[in-house]
């Protein structure tokens, strides 16, 4: 199968590349004009990589008119949760526009072609602890990021039902793993271990709120739901994906610091806490299982490990 990956440079974007490649599938991307592709750079010569605007719409549908893929996947997206509070309306721009654009530029070539749309499980707020968040469950978004993505699911889903194009939405709770940028928790706190044991910085972390709760998954099981998503999901509908089994923030952060080969002291700074931080209770996985066959495989520990030694190999190519 031809795949098509907007964000293909990005941490997610540059796993599920890593993944389809290693299934045999074609795999062509699209990134921001200027962006880095540090992320690619191990599959140089593999993939088809293009630059270009989302908004461009001429643009868009000549790389698809060229690729002819068999399914799109739709990861470009600005994904800060912090970000969005600075800015809402860029947050919008990038997550609403972009993705109808998109969408739009694949309606023409919808023949033999399936979608899958990369959302959130923040549009359910998930602020119940003794409630399983489920796909039926309200939404109740709690910043712009999650408004943003509810914004592009219920639009999605309507442009895609009424052309007839088959479109699976994805939701995933929090994810994880090596490549992930340092504006997330367990990137930074990975980042900042990394430059400690280098003498860089020092042995002091700065933390947020540590009493909150996350379903970390996976990077690479979450693209692997996408993958399963796109040749067995049911167009029209969306799923949950997530591991079932939340973590407090401080708990993860205990299990970094066992892994380092520094002692640190841990100091709370407010600035990084969330303006509206959910408390974040279970969401379930059951009906992508049901439909896919997935489940979560790696073990977090395994995915905070393999963070570690992520950055370790950065700040040691980098010298910083």
């Known amino acids: 199968m031809k795949a098509f990956i907007t964000g293909v440079g990005g941490f997610a974007g540059s796993h599920l590349a890593d993944l389809l490649l290693s299934q045999g599938h074609e795999v062509s991307g699209l990134v921001q004009p200027g962006a880095s592709t540090q992320n690619l ?23 698809m008119r060229a ?28 997550n609403v526009t972009c993705g109808i654009r ?33 796909e039926e469950s309200p939404f109740a978004p709690l910043n712009p990021y999650a408004v943003s993505k509810l914004a592009l699911d219920l639009v999605a889903g309507q442009i895609a039902g009424a052309a007839g194009f088959p479109l699976v939405r994805m939701r995933p709770t929090n994810h994880a793993g090596p490549r992930q940028a340092v504006k997330t928790v367990l990137s930074r706190f990975a980042c900042e271990l990394a430059r400690m044991e280098a003498g860089l910085q ?8 540590l009493d909150a709760w996350r379903d970390f998954a996976d990077v690479r099981d979450v693209v692997r739901a996408y993958a399963l998503a796109a040749g067995r999901g049911r167009a029209g509908g969306g799923y949950l994906v997530c591991t079932g089994a939340p973590r407090r923030v401080g708990d993860a952060l205990e299990l970094l610091l066992g892994m380092s080969r520094v002692k640190v002291r ?6 990084l806490e969330r303006p509206a931080d959910p408390p974040y209770g279970k969401a379930s996985f059951a009906r992508l299982e049901a439909d896919t066959g997935w489940r979560p495989e790696i073990p977090f520990e395994r995915t905070l490990r393999d963070t570690l030694d992520y950055w370790r190999g950065e700040v040691a190519r980098k010298g910083k």
């Open 266 to 271: 841990v100091e709370r700074d407010p600035a």
């Open 102 to 134: 998109l969408l739009e530029a694949c309606l023409p070539f919808r023949e033999g072609l399936r979608a899958v749309m990369v959302t959130s499980a923040e549009i359910y707020g998930m602020g119940s602890p003794a409630a399983v968040t489920r």
């Open 41 to 63: 750079r191990h599959l140089a010569g593999r993939i088809a990589l293009h630059e270009g605007d989302l908004l461009d719409a001429g643009r868009i549908e000549g790389l």
């Open 202 to 209: 020092e042995p002091v972390l700065r933390a947020g709120n």
């Open 67 to 94: 690729e002819r893929p068999g399914w799109v996947f739709h990861l470009a997206a600005q994904s800060s949760v912090h970000a969005s509070w600075k800015d809402p309306a860029a947050t919008f721009h990038a």
